[in-house]
């Protein structure tokens, strides 16, 4: 049992670059989400899923796009990378609402932008 | 907005000392508060779930209380080895949404050999 994978573990953008960073998990997950991680800011939320079809946005949105197409895939899009975007990336699930259930991380994509 | 504060930001202590970590959050009308371990370079593990019901958790060595009337919460390490060393966060559920989380920062403790 794999839990949450993400890929890739570091990357390096040029300002303006697009690039998907990939989440998946196989543990029948409904409830999905990303968070970023910055030094003195601690954990942001990006954009979260219920379920397969169905997204919303967190704290911090602008800049990126996410889709849920299957249960399992919930990949967070970066559209015109900037500077400001260079963080680590968490990927994150829950059986149900991350209010009832514990939430499980994947182990983070470094992305700097150049 | 709910917040969340956890002080002091860094701990350092001596291997078999037993130690409390706090947080501190602003709305008091949550379902549940986690507590996380994060080891450098790595994700967040949850350690302790507490239901808003609940008063405590407990797993081995470790004990998570919470009063919500009082907006806190604490997470109890006993006996501290230095394995325990990692970055300890709390996270509650936003005011008025059960599915999304704030945290906060996290406490770095430091277990001494």
């Known amino acids: 049992n794999a839990g949450v994978t993400q890929t890739p573990k570091f990357q390096v953008l040029k300002t303006g670059q697009s690039m998907t960073l990939q989440c998946a998990q196989d543990?029948?997950?409904?409830?999905m989400s990303w968070y970023r991680q910055d030094p003195g800011m601690g954990l942001r939320l990006i954009h979260y899923s219920v379920g397969a079809g169905i997204t919303d946005q967190g704290e911090v949105p602008n800049g990126y796009n996410v889709s849920r197409s299957t249960t399992e895939d919930f990949p967070l899009r970066l559209l015109s990378a900037a500077p400001s975007q260079t963080s680590v990336y968490f990927c994150?699930?829950?059986?149900?609402?991350?209010?009832?259930?514990?939430?499980?991380f994947g182990s983070g994509t470094q992305l700097s932008v150049l | 907005k709910q917040e969340v504060t956890q002080i002091p930001a860094a701990l350092s202590v001596p291997e078999g000392e037993n130690l409390v970590l706090n947080c501190s959050f602003t709305d008091s009308a949550i379902y549940n508060l986690q507590w996380f371990r994060q080891d450098p370079g790595k994700g967040l593990t949850s350690l302790l779930l507490?239901?808003?019901?609940?008063r405590e958790q407990t797993s081995g060595r470790l004990n998570a209380s919470l009063d919500k009337s009082s907006g806190r919460s604490t997470l109890y390490i006993a006996a501290s080895q230095p394995g325990d060393s990692a970055t300890y966060l709390c996270a509650v559920p936003y005011t008025g949404a059960n599915s999304k989380l704030t945290f906060g920062k996290g406490i770095t403790l430091s277990v001494r050999p």
């Open positions: 507490i239901q808003s019901s609940q």
């Open positions: 994150a699930s829950s059986a149900q609402g991350q209010a009832n259930e514990k939430l499980f």
């Open positions: 543990m029948n997950h409904e409830y």
